[in-house]
């Protein structure tokens, strides 16, 4: 199943930089992974937010949430999903 995913990254404002970018740097490594595993297939940013859009492909919701929690900056992310089904055009 293919998922598009929004997420906004709700850090604070006042989280030390040191903490900030061993955040970041973990969330990349991890993204990493996850497009090594074939899960993340495509991800965009989004101008003049801090947030993304992202093409999922899991066997199911719950692998899909699975994935999005083990990201390390999960607890801050505000994230919407979207299943996605084939346009009959695309058959």
Known sequence: MEFLVRSENRLPADT???????????????????RAAG????????PGRNATVGLYEAA???????????LPMAPWLDVHVEALAQHPQER
């Open 16 to 34: 030390p930089a040191q903490r900030r970018e061993e955040l970041r740097s973990a969330e990349r490594a991890r993204a990493m992974e996850l």
């Open 39 to 46: 899960i993340l297939k495509r991800l965009w940013r989004v």
């Open 60 to 70: 199911d919701p719950a692998e899909l949430h699975d994935a999005l929690m083990s």
